[in-house]
C-alpha cells in the first residue's frame, strides 16, 4: 500500500483541489472520467406581480428533480418601487446554463444590469414568463430606456402590447405538438385564468399555443406603432425561438399563479427548460407536478 501523503496546504488550495477531486471519478481500471455538472438554471423574480415569489421557488424544485441545479434570484420588499439593491444575487447568472425570467418595470442600477445584458449576449437559452416581455421601464433620458421594449423584442420575441380581460381559452397549435416542448403535453385545449396578453412576434417566432380572451375596443399608439384593439381577440401565447444572440427562446404570457395549477402547461415549462439545454426530455410515464396557488399580490388582473 502506497505511504499517505499529508500536505500541509492553505485553506483556499485544500478546498481548490477537494473540488477537482469531486469532479472526477475513478475507474477500477484507472481512467478517470469528468463527472457532467447539472445544468444550472437560475430564476430571476424581478416582480410581486402574479405572485411569482410563491411559483418560481416550486419550479426551481420541480427542475432539481429533473437533474437541475437551480439558484432563485430575489430581492427583498417590492422590486418595481426600487432603485437599489433591486435583485441582489443576480450575478449568479454568471455561472448559468439558462436563465428564466419573471420581472416587470424594473430600474435596475449599472451592477445589477450588465449580468442580465451578459448574459444576453453569451448566446446562451433565455425563458421568459408573463411580464417578462416589459420588465424595464427607465425614463426616456436614459441610456437604457430603448431595453423597455427592446428586452421583450429582442431577447424573448416580442414587446409588451396590452392584454384582455378575464381568463383565456387555450389551444395548442396542431402544426408544432410534435416540437420538443410539447413532447407528451396531453391536452390540446384549457383555460388559463391569466388574460390574454396580444404579441407583436418577431420573424422566426414559432407559435406553440394560441388563446382567445375578450376585453374592449380600443386604440393604441405604442413607441413601436399604432395598434387596433377589438374587444375579442386571439394571439399566441408560447412560442420557441432564436433570438439574435443565437440563445433559444421559450416566450410565453402564462405564468398567473393558476397556470402552474394546469400540468400541460408545467409540463410545457420543464420541456422548455430540458430543450433549451439539450437535456433529455421527461417520458410521457414521469409525473408532473402541478400547485394550487392563489395570487398574493390581491389584485384580480393587470398587466
Known amino acids: 500500500m502506497a505511504p499517505r501523503v499529508s500536505l500541509n ?11 477537482l477531486l469531486l469532479a472526477f471519478s475513478f475507474c477500477p481500471q484507472g481512467h478517470v472520467h469528468a463527472v457532467e455538472k447539472p445544468p444550472h438554471a437560475v430564476l430571476v423574480v424581478g416582480t410581486l406581480h402574479y405572485s411569482p415569489e410563491l411559483t418560481l421557488p416550486l419550479f426551481a424544485k420541480e427542475l432539481e428533480r429533473f437533474g437541475f441545479r437551480s ?4 430581492g427583498e420588499g417590492n422590486p418595481e418601487g426600487k432603485t437599489e439593491q433591486v435583485l441582489s444575487g443576480i450575478e449568479a447568472l454568471g455561472d448559468a446554463d ?4 419573471f420581472m416587470r418595470f424594473l430600474k435596475l442600477p449599472d451592477k445589477e444590469w450588465q449580468p442580465i445584458e451578459d448574459y444576453l449576449r453569451s448566446g446562451k437559452p433565455v425563458i421568459g414568463l408573463r411580464t417578462a416581455n416589459h420588465s424595464f421601464r427607465y425614463d ?7 431595453w423597455n421594449d427592446g428586452f421583450g423584442r429582442r431577447a424573448l420575441g416580442t414587446p409588451y402590447v396590452v392584454h384582455q380581460g378575464g381568463t383565456t381559452d387555450i389551444q395548442t397549435v396542431a402544426k408544432y405538438r410534435s416540437h420538443p416542448i410539447m413532447t407528451n403535453v396531453e391536452k390540446t ?18 407559435p406553440l399555443a394560441i388563446g382567445r380572451g375578450v376585453g374592449k375596443d380600443r386604440l393604441l399608439e405604442k413607441n413601436y406603432g399604432v395598434i387596433q384593439v377589438n374587444r375579442e381577440e386571439s394571439d399566441v401565447v408560447a412560442w420557441a425561438w432564436e433570438n439574435e444572440w443565437g440563445g433559444k427562446v421559450f416566450g410565453t404570457s402564462f405564468g398567473h399563479p393558476g ?3 394546469e400540468a400541460s402547461f408545467n409540463r410545457m415549462l420543464v420541456n422548455a427548460c430540458c430543450w433549451a439545454v439539450n437535456k ?3 417520458g410521457a410515464d414521469e409525473n408532473i ?3 394550487q396557488l392563489e395570487r398574493a399580490d390581491r389584485k384580480p388582473r393587470g398587466k
Open 259 to 261: 397556470d402552474f395549477a
Open 71 to 74: 439558484t432563485v434570484v430575489m
Open 280 to 282: 433529455p426530455l421527461p
Open 189 to 206: 385545449e384549457w383555460v388559463s385564468p391569466g388574460t390574454l396578453y396580444l404579441t407583436r412576434l418577431e420573424a422566426g417566432c414559432l
Open 98 to 101: 439558462l436563465a428564466i425570467f
Open 140 to 146: 426616456k433620458a436614459h441610456p437604457r430606456f430603448e
Open 9 to 19: 496546504l492553505p485553506m483556499h488550495m485544500k478546498q481548490i483541489l477537494s473540488g
Open 289 to 291: 407536478s402541478t400547485w
